[in-house]
């Protein structure tokens, strides 16, 4: 009964962002929700690990500037088409999330968020010094929009919308399938209890090189993205504040969902945009509004709206025993909502 | 996925509002006096805020007294100037998205931006409609290069200097050239240029050992590198209050020689740190309040007025007070306020009748590039002095042209 | 010869500040298993009450300090019950995410309470003395004795002393300590108001050689983060070690590979040496 529900709101969901460019003619908010699909796409690839595996890279925005300055450099220096560039930088940020995960996760807990802490930093730093390549500081300028494709042409920002938008569809439907997939399971046992995982023959090591090696690809898919949408490219895409905002989006909107990562972002972000009025305020706001969303709604929107929702259910069918929270839906059993994704220490 | 479907109604609802609360801030007042709104996009949060907040209050200055007059009238129209300011944070890809929001939010037709990765970024989107006019506050001469038909460059280009600044010093101090400037690209530029310039004139450039100003915890380990090499001029510069400081741990190492400040630290700033007795034989920036023309005078005199005794009045502040001044005669001159292109044509123009009080700077021409100039003089400190040396016109591209 | 004995005095200065946050910051992770990211924020609120205290109500250098000190352990007893102390079940990414925004809405705090330009703090220590031929910065000079002394303290405060001793049963088991009668709610207030009041010693000490302002924590935060990983999380001598290695590799790699570089070298040490041994290299003997 409840999959046709999901399945409806997804399609109005579809439709309405379908219909969004037709409803304002303002490239401001156009351009705000380009941003948040683009970002949302990253935010997916960070799920793929911190919600699925528990565990927390902080290399991800790291691996996002990896694939925005692979797409720019090539678009920019080399002339290369988007076409082309787009899948390069996707198989460029891949390989290298495959090496660094081979290193990485020989790590655990605390460690490993540490570590791919400095990862992150140093990537940053090679972008802001590797100044031949790739600009330095200044960044790298004048990154073309997507050339064009067949009888497609993607100069105007609606063109782009669409573009976005289906590439950010094609990720959800590929997050969907994986975490269904045997391979999403293998995962799901991971996060819950690795030496058990391993006892019944999951070869863990494998597994999660396997789900970093994803996330990546999906941070250097959306940064790919990026680099032609902004035409501008500066070391600060990679940087600690990018990293920072990636993890609130996901750990507001709720990690281990399949809306929550792309709810978390589109609110956010409109939430900051909302606060710039505040100039120097919107931090004085932000930071409480953040700890006392962490303490009272752990589980972020996804875990607020579930429990809302639940009680109201339970009001509308109180005789029912059978409908009494006791007896969660099949997936909830799969995946209990008072058990928060865990960035589990290593010892 | 426990909670897909309701998390997905409740993001469908923000959405669909969010797209349907399209709201513009513009129009007349009630005395049918127009509004127009200036847009601005810098960093106002973060380590470079108290940099922002000096170019806003140049431009509150511009538009307090410009509305108080009262006497902007375009196309017999009374015009009143608001300033909208967003905070970019010094992220040029922040710069984008509000620069994007002031065109849509607030239809500015003139966009201040203090900074050159956020003027790089923001260039090309000023050509698209809604264009806009961007009053480009850096001295990067990148800004120029890019031949955008819309940009009014306000500071003089920073490769002006490093001619008479290795000549002064060279002659004065020696030929071995210390490099201590911030790691910035903006730093490595202005490194770039003075140690190509030192060797031109026959001196000898020593180990490079610059560093990041804003991240660097203890200046002591550069600066017992760089006096390691025993140099006669240093070239030093970044933000004002850490190149002080890194004057200071040089002069207490034992450093007897000269500086080369870059144009980004301001010695009147560095005075509130240092001693001017450590900064002796400094090349640099002249502080504003040592001029003594009628512009500058009045400007520096209504600054204290309006922010106080303690807040100097530095050139960051009156370039964009001027700059301002200069937009808002433009477009009295084009007989419009939302017409980017007629004002830039009348820039020029405007900066030539701008009266005097006015003026902070006596800079009478933008060029055909885009670029406000006109007799720039810099300072070199001697005997605890300001000893000015002027800075040549560029000849040829630097002449008024339009 | 003589460069290299100036930079080594140089690297110590240096790695007697790293040493005192990262103290901080491991006590926090040690006994609590927080990964405090506002540790940074509160060093530099540490910095901007001195000055305070120093510059607006005219106290002594000394006595600044001292204000210092006791306000930020206050600050971070209300931190502990306020924001972590709820998240105490909680997975530790939640007690990070907080923490950041602690860290946010300090610095904007700060900034709105102090402005945003450099502040500079005059310190009685400002002269230069002479040491074995080589001139070294009474204020350097200073930092380096009172690190030592401050560290040294601790050590014997968590090794001598009954509530130390109950400190360190905490570190090693929570659960443990509760049982044999450790009030773990006092120790955790407890922990909590030493590690800021370590932050802002720290800060206080190195003021005089910088400048404060809203965002001066944040390099060091991260590079603190890198020592207690180095020295293995939770670790009191690790993270003093740690802090030393560190500085001296920054400051000598600064002088013989290339300063453009030497912000970066902390986090590249981290990644080789993670690489080789994951748990860091003095693990916690437990």
Excluded at chain 1, 259 to 287: D, K, N, S
Excluded at chain 2, 133 to 160: F, K, V, W
Aim: net charge negative.
């Amino acid at each position: 009964m409840r999959v046709p529900t999901t399945r409806i709101l997804w399609l109005a969901a579809l439709l309405a962002a379908l219909a969004f460019p037709f409803l304002t003619d303002n490239l401001y908010f156009l351009s705000i929700v380009i941003t948040a699909f683009i970002t949302a796409i990253a935010v997916y690839g960070l799920n793929v690990l911190v919600g699925e595996t528990g565990q927390l890279s902080l290399a991800h925005a790291g691996f996002f500037g990896i694939g925005a300055y692979t797409a720019g450099i090539l678009a920019v220096r080399f002339d290369l088409s988007f076409w082309l560039a787009l899948p390069t930088a996707v198989a460029v940020t891949a390989f290298l999330g495959f090496l660094v995960g081979m290193v990485a996760l020989r790590t655990r807990g605390d460690y490993f968020a540490i570590f791919t802490l400095g990862v992150g930093v140093v990537i940053t730093g090679i972008l802001d010094l590797w100044e031949g390549v790739t600009g330095g500081t200044d960044g790298l300028i004048g990154v073309p929009p997507p050339t064009r494709i067949g009888p497609l042409t993607f100069e105007s920002l609606e063109a782009q919308y669409y573009l976005y938008l289906f590439c950010l569809a094609l990720t959800i439907l590929a997050v969907r399938n994986l975490s269904r997939s045997l391979v999403g399971r293998t995962l799901l046992a991971i996060r819950n209890d690795e030496h058990l995982a391993e006892a019944i023959g999951i070869n863990v090591g494998r597994t999660k090189r396997l789900s970093f090696t994803i996330s990546t690809s999906l941070a250097g898919f959306a940064g790919a993205l990026y680099a032609p949408f902004l035409g501008y490219l500066g070391p600060s895409v990679s940087g600690l504040v990018m990293m920072f905002n990636m993890l609130l989006y996901l750990m507001i909107g709720g990690a281990a969902s399949l809306a929550g990562p792309l709810v978390g972002t589109l609110l956010l972000m409109a939430a900051t945009q909302g606060l710039l009025a505040f100039e120097e305020y919107q931090l004085l706001i932000l930071g409480p509004l953040l700890v006392l969303s962490i303490i009272f709604a752990p589980t972020g929107i996804a875990g607020l709206v579930n429990r809302i929702g639940q009680r109201l259910s339970d009001r509308k069918t109180k005789p029912g025993p059978s409908a009494a929270p006791s007896s969660p839906s099949p997936k909830n059993r799969a995946r209990p909502s008072h058990a928060p994704p865990h960035a589990e220490a290593g010892n | 996925m426990i909670s897909s479907h309701r998390l997905l109604a409740l993001g469908l609802i923000v959405v669909t509002v969010g797209a349907c609360s399209d709201e513009a801030s513009e129009g007349t007042d009630a005395d049918g006096t127009e509004v127009v709104n200036i847009g601005f996009s810098g960093p106002l949060s973060g380590g470079a805020a108290f940099y922002g907040q000096n170019v806003v209050n140049g431009l509150t200055m511009a538009i307090d007294e410009l509305n108080q007059a009262g006497d902007i009238e375009v196309n017999e129209q009374a015009v009143r100037f608001e300033l909208v300011t967003l905070d970019d944070r010094y992220l040029p890809n922040e710069s984008a998205t509000n620069v994007r929001r002031l065109l849509q939010q607030s239809r500015t037709p003139v966009i201040f931006v203090p900074h050159v990765g956020g003027i790089l970024a923001v260039q090309p989107m000023s050509v698209r409609p809604p264009e806009f006019l961007l009053s480009a506050y850096s001295s990067d001469p990148r800004i120029l290069e890019a031949a955008n038909p819309l940009t009014l460059m306000i500071p003089p280009r920073y490769d002006g200097y490093f001619e008479p600044f290795v000549g002064a010093t060279m002659e004065a101090y020696g030929n071995r050239l210390g490099v201590l400037p911030t790691n910035t690209s903006y730093g490595r530029a202005w490194a770039e240029g003075v140690t190509e310039e030192w060797r031109r004139q026959g001196g000898e450039v020593l180990g490079d050992h610059s560093v990041d100003y804003n991240t660097t915890t203890d200046f002591a380990g550069p600066v017992t590198q760089t006096l390691a090499d025993a140099p006669d001029v240093i070239l030093v510069g970044g933000p004002s209050q850490p190149t002080a400081l890194i004057v200071h741990a040089l002069r207490q190492q034992g450093y007897e020689g000269g500086f080369i400040v870059m144009d980004q630290a301001k010695f009147e700033e560095m005075e509130q740190i240092i001693p001017r007795t450590e900064l002796e034989g400094s090349v640099g920036v002249y502080p504003l309040e040592a001029y003594t023309s009628v512009g500058t005078v009045g400007f520096v005199e209504r600054f204290h007025e309006k922010f106080g005794r303690e807040r100097l009045p530095t050139s960051e502040v009156a370039l964009n007070y001027f700059g301002m001044h200069i937009v808002a005669q433009a477009m009295e001159l084009a007989g419009t306020v939302a017409d980017p292109q007629a004002i830039r044509g009348q820039l020029t123009e405007a900066a030539r009748q701008l009266s005097e009080d006015r003026k902070p700077y006596e800079y009478d021409t933008v060029t055909k590039e885009g670029h406000l100039t006109g007799d720039v003089v810099t300072a070199f400190i001697q005997n605890g002095e300001y000893t000015a040396i002027p800075i040549p016109r560029r000849s040829g591209r630097g002449a008024p042209v339009e | 010869m003589t460069l290299f004995f100036q930079q080594l005095v140089n690297g110590i200065a240096l790695g007697s500040i790293y040493g005192l946050v990262a103290l901080g910051l491991t006590l926090v992770y040690g006994v609590l298993k927080i990964p405090n990211f506002a540790h940074g924020a509160l060093y530099m609120v540490g910095a901007y009450i001195t000055f305070v205290a120093a510059v607006v109500y005219g106290m002594g250098y000394i006595g600044a300090i001292a204000v210092a000190v006791i306000v930020l352990a206050g600050i971070g007893v209300a931190l502990e019950r306020v924001v972590f102390n709820p998240l105490r079940h909680a997975p530790r990414l939640h007690s990070m995410i907080a923490a950041l925004g602690v860290l946010l809405f300090l610095e904007a705090g700060a900034q709105l309470a102090w402005g945003a330009e450099f502040r500079r703090l005059p310190s009685p220590f400002s002269g230069t003395v002479v040491l074995f031929g080589l001139p070294v910065a009474t204020q350097r000079l200073l930092v380096i004795v009172a690190a030592v002394a401050v560290m040294i303290g601790l050590s014997l405060f968590l090794k001598r002393t009954t509530t130390g001793a109950a400190i360190e049963a905490m570190a090693q088991d929570r659960a443990g300590a509760l049982l044999v009668g450790i009030d773990t709610r006092k120790i955790a207030m407890l922990t909590f108001a030493i590690s800021a009041a370590l932050a802002a010693f720290a800060a206080a000490l190195v003021a005089p050689l910088n400048l404060i302002s809203p965002t001066m924590g944040e390099a060091v935060n991260l590079k603190a983060f890198v020592i207690i990983i180095l020295g293995g999380m939770g670790s009191i001598p690790g993270a003093v070690v740690g802090g030393y290695l560190l500085a001296l590799v920054e400051v000598l790699g600064g002088t013989y590979i290339s300063s453009s570089f030497s912000q970066l070298i902390a986090f590249a040490v981290l990644v080789v040496v993670l690489a080789f041994r994951p748990t860091g290299l003095f693990t916690r003997g437990v």
